[in-house]
């Protein structure tokens, strides 16, 4: 079955820096494009950043610039580098299978992911 396993988050103080992982197994990693996304409490769950096969890249306006993207095609593994992080980046933070459709077509950000599949994410809390 699908899984996605994140790991990397904890706290740190605002302007800090945090490198997430994503490992994916149980589907064709290469057929796929990947993102992260991050729900705050209270808030609705909103798509941060995306990648595909080839590194082709998309990112939400909030973490433009401070945030990046990368996979790993031999590891099944994606990143997120968490840059000048404020704590209004404060959140659970969550890997999915993109399909590509949406990736480019830009829908990425609000579509369901590849697989209805989310993993268990993983927690980052930036204070002030």
């Known amino acids: 079955q699908v899984q996605l396993v994140e790991s990397g988050g904890g706290s740190v103080q605002a302007g800090g820096s945090l490198n997430l992982s994503c490992i994916a197994s149980g589907f064709i990693y290469s057929s796929y494009c990947m993102g992260w996304f991050r729900q705050a409490s209270g808030k609705e769950r909103e798509g941060i950043a995306a990648i595909d096969w080839d590194g082709d890249t998309s990112y939400g306006v909030s973490v433009k610039g401070r945030f990046s993207i990368s996979r790993d095609n031999a590891k099944n593994t994606v990143f997120l580098q968490m840059n000048s992080l404020k704590p209004e980046d404060t959140a659970m933070y969550y890997c999915?299978?993109?399909?590509?459709?949406?990736?480019?077509?830009?829908?990425?950000?609000?579509?369901?992911?590849?697989?209805?599949?989310w993993g268990q994410g993983t927690q980052v809390t930036v204070s002030a």
């Open positions: 999915a299978a993109v399909l590509p459709e949406h990736f480019y077509s830009d829908d990425w950000y609000s579509s369901p992911p590849a697989f209805g599949t």
